[in-house]
């Protein structure tokens, strides 16, 4: 599968931005979906996940509350709500495609399949 993310940017403390990261090439309903950052000096990081037919979610402590992820089958798209943007949101976001997942479960690791990345700045 083939995964595109867009959506990212240069926003200031308290905005907001929604990632998406539109997939082809397989049937994107049979992967659980993820997204997750990596910051300048640091290893890449959990940041967010959904189940195959996303009736189950999972996030990150640091953007519990805040971040949002969704999908949309029939788009073949998975979405990345972020609000109350910190400047310690800043990083390139990259999301993650997981195949042999349950159709409930949700997944920190296990992903074989990775988008691009997207930089999201988050100035103070």
């Known amino acids: 599968v083939q995964l595109q993310a867009s959506g990212g940017g240069l926003v200031q403390a308290g905005d907001s931005l929604r990632l998406s990261c539109a997939a082809s090439?397989?049937?994107?309903?049979?992967?659980?979906m993820g997204w997750f950052r990596q910051a300048p000096g640091k290893e890449r990081e959990f940041v967010a996940a959904?189940?195959?037919?996303?009736?189950?979610?999972s996030y990150a402590d640091s953007v519990k509350g805040r971040f949002i992820i969704s999908r949309d089958n029939a788009k073949s798209t998975v979405y990345l709500q972020m609000n109350s943007l910190q400047p310690g949101d800043t990083a390139v976001y990259y999301c993650?495609?997981?195949?042999?997942?349950?159709?409930?479960?949700?997944?920190?690791?296990?992903?074989?399949?990775w988008g691009q990345g997207t930089q999201v700045t988050v100035s103070s």
């Open positions: 993650a495609a997981r195949p042999r997942s349950i159709q409930s479960g949700v997944y920190t690791s296990g992903y074989d399949y």
């Open positions: 090439g397989r049937t994107f309903s049979n992967y659980g």
């Open positions: 959904i189940s195959r037919g996303g009736g189950s979610t």
